[in-house]
């Protein structure tokens, strides 16, 4: 498709027809009309640099207007196929958005051109797209809304899982775990809300909630743990390393709890680096610089990790569950296993397995000389006045 030239009456597109691309007015001016009672009104002109059929781009419902060239008129016609490949790369929520918008706009415009015989029932002549984003993107949108309230009504809390010595069990530090106990739906499953408020940016306030809470309470998981360098571990997320703040923050909160840099320990995924390497670089260059300590969450389940461990001072490797669970039975997760111990070791850096759920996998683990070991068999997530009543 080229610029299209159309001379003084030309019709360029006629209310209910088949619409597959908008045109950009590059020359020229239009009438857009519309049909009401059976007579053509003229609802708007428009000149160069505005577009035209814009809603066919983005719905394949017909053509709500009738427009005709009034000067000499030279069009670039833009196709929907273009436009609906960078659809998909949208957000499916402003998909969501854009589509409701549209569809109240078209009733708005159908119920304007309904002649007296049709009742006016303009939701007869463009039925509802109820499809199942429209039911998602909804419940999404009333998700990130309870997201918001929860932060400031207090329905967030921590939980914290002993990362033990392998060895003889005892308690080196915990991982700080985030619970929502929502007020309906009861506890929710950091899973089923953080992937929102990555994509809401409300995980920068849930990522500094979690960071000031865990530093709150290390007085009294200090006291649960028995080893020389004790530690409370908190998940890392893209969108933190974003803010301008953060490494400041850390620091302050970090002061205001008087902690030392060693005991804060900072878990994040190969894909957080991965997003925004020139940021992410930044911004752990400067936590290491305030003497932070890093561990490589996941190990093993992003892309591979071998990068990162020579471009970071990286203390932790984590092995994630994946490899911890089939141990036993798959040659493979063994190898794996053994081998990024070896690995981690030879960088100098210690391992922690994750997800060790009996005896014979943490025997195993110890032959193959892992460090630490966090799993149910050690223990689950526990509130902090459960760790307090076990002190
Ligand atoms: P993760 O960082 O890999 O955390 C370990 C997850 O494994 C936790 O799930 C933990 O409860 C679970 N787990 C620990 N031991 C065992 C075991 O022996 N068996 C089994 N089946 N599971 C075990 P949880 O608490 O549901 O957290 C899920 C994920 O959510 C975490 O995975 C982490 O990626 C994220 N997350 C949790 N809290 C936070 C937070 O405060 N901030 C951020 N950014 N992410 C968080
Ligand atoms: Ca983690
Ligand atoms: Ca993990
Ligand atoms: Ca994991």
Redesign the pocket.
């Known amino acids: 498709l080229h610029r299209q030239k159309f001379s003084v009456g030309t019709v360029i597109f006629q209310e209910g027809d088949e619409g597959d691309c908008a045109y950009l007015i590059e020359e020229g001016r239009v009438e857009v009309c519309i049909a009401v009672d059976g007579e053509e009104q003229r609802v708007s002109l428009l000149g160069q640099g505005e577009l035209i059929g814009e809603v066919a781009l983005v719905d394949r419902q017909p053509r709500t207007a009738t427009v005709r060239a009034v000067e000499t008129a030279v069009l670039v016609p833009i196709r929907r196929d273009l436009v609906d490949e960078l659809l998909e790369k949208t957000d499916p929520v402003i998909r969501h958005l854009l589509r409701v918008v549209l569809e109240r706009f078209r009733t708005t415009q159908s119920g304007l051109s309904c002649r007296a015989g049709n009742g006016g029932n303009a939701l007869l002549e463009y039925p509802r797209p109820l499809d199942h984003l429209h039911a998602t993107a909804t419940r999404q949108l009333a998700l990130a809304e309870d997201i918001a309230h929860a932060l400031t009504t207090d329905q967030f809390e921590?939980?914290y899982?002993p990362i033990c010595v392998l060895q003889d069990g005892r308690v080196a530090g915990f991982?700080?775990?985030?619970?929502w106990n929502h007020p309906r739906e009861g506890m929710i499953?950091?899973?089923d809300f953080?992937w929102l408020a990555e994509q809401t940016g409300q995980?920068r306030a849930?990522?500094m909630w979690?960071l000031e809470r865990a530093c709150r309470d290390w007085p009294v998981l200090r006291q649960a743990t028995d080893h020389s360098s004790p530690f409370v571990s908190?998940?890392?997320?893209a969108n933190?390393l974003t803010g301008d703040h953060f490494v400041h923050d850390v620091k302050l909160i970090l002061e205001r709890h008087h902690m030392t840099a060693e005991e804060l320990k900072m878990?994040l995924?190969e894909t957080i680096i991965i997003g925004r390497p020139e940021i992410a670089s930044q911004v752990l260059n400067n936590l290491i610089a305030l003497g932070g300590t890093l561990a490589l969450?996941?190990f093993g389940t992003g892309y591979s990790g071998l990068d990162y461990l020579q471009r970071y001072p990286i203390a932790t490797v984590?092995i994630?569950?994946a490899f911890i669970?089939p141990l036993l039975q798959t040659a493979p997760s063994l190898e794996i296993v053994n081998k990024t111990i070896e690995l981690a070791h030879s960088l100098g850096m210690n391992v922690v397995a994750?997800?060790?759920?009996n005896e014979e996998i943490r025997q195993k683990l110890t032959q193959l000389r892992c460090d630490f070991g966090?799993?149910?068999?050690f223990g689950?997530?526990l509130a902090l006045d459960d760790i307090r009543k076990r002190l």
């Open positions: 921590m939980h899982q991982e700080a775990l985030i619970r499953s950091p899973l953080l995980i849930i990522g979690t908190v998940n890392l997320s933190q878990e995924t969450d996941d984590k994630d569950r669970t994750e997800g060790i759920e966090q799993g149910w068999l689950k997530p």
